[in-house]
């Protein structure tokens, strides 16, 4: 198991730094989420010198995994439209817009967009139809949808932890 682990470090060590050594502007800040891994526990000696009955079961991960198919597109779609739309509504106050688009982001990003003033958000509104971008994305966890407002397109880094999660905003640039 440690060699699987130190396996799985050193390959998310390599392809970040990939990522970072090809400047790719829509490279995620996060490493793509993997399911939980099960845990394994050791039998602990009873002093009572009774049988096995100290073992303890590892718990059972209820997480499904996640899939790549026309839901999870659709989802990640409508997420991300939302959130944008959440985003753009500037006509709030600050807290409330701040409420609006949390629901959409990842709790470590929350930090990050509380310190946009929404009145300095130079875009209007969703002007048309968004689309999933798919170069070199090559996971279900991880998605970017296009979408387009006023004259330009934003892209919509979303993440999930497993197939049952739903899809959170990670990152928002310009594409």
Request: glycine share 6%; with cysteine.
């Amino acid at each position: 198991m440690r060699n699987r682990n130190l396996s799985i470090t050193a390959l998310t060590a390599a392809l970040l730094l990939t990522a970072c050594a090809n400047g790719d502007p829509l490279a995620p800040d996060t490493v793509e989420p993997t399911p939980p891994a099960s845990t394994v526990t050791t039998p602990t000696p009873d002093p009572t010198g009774g049988g096995r009955d100290d073992i303890v079961e590892p718990p059972t991960s209820t997480a499904a995994p996640a899939t790549w198919d026309a839901q999870a597109e659709q989802d990640a779609i409508e997420t991300a439209t939302a959130f944008l739309q959440a985003y753009l509504d500037t006509s709030q106050p600050e807290a409330q817009w701040l409420d609006g688009i949390s629901t959409y982001l990842h709790p470590e990003e929350l930090a990050a967009f509380s310190t946009i003033d929404p009145m300095n958000i130079p875009y209007g509104a969703v002007t048309g139809e968004p689309q999933r971008v798919t170069d070199d994305i090559d996971t279900p966890y991880l998605a970017v949808v296009a979408v387009p407002v006023d004259d330009t397109a934003l892209h919509v880094t979303l993440a999930r932890d497993d197939g049952a999660a739903p899809w959170l905003v990670v990152e928002l640039s310009q594409g």
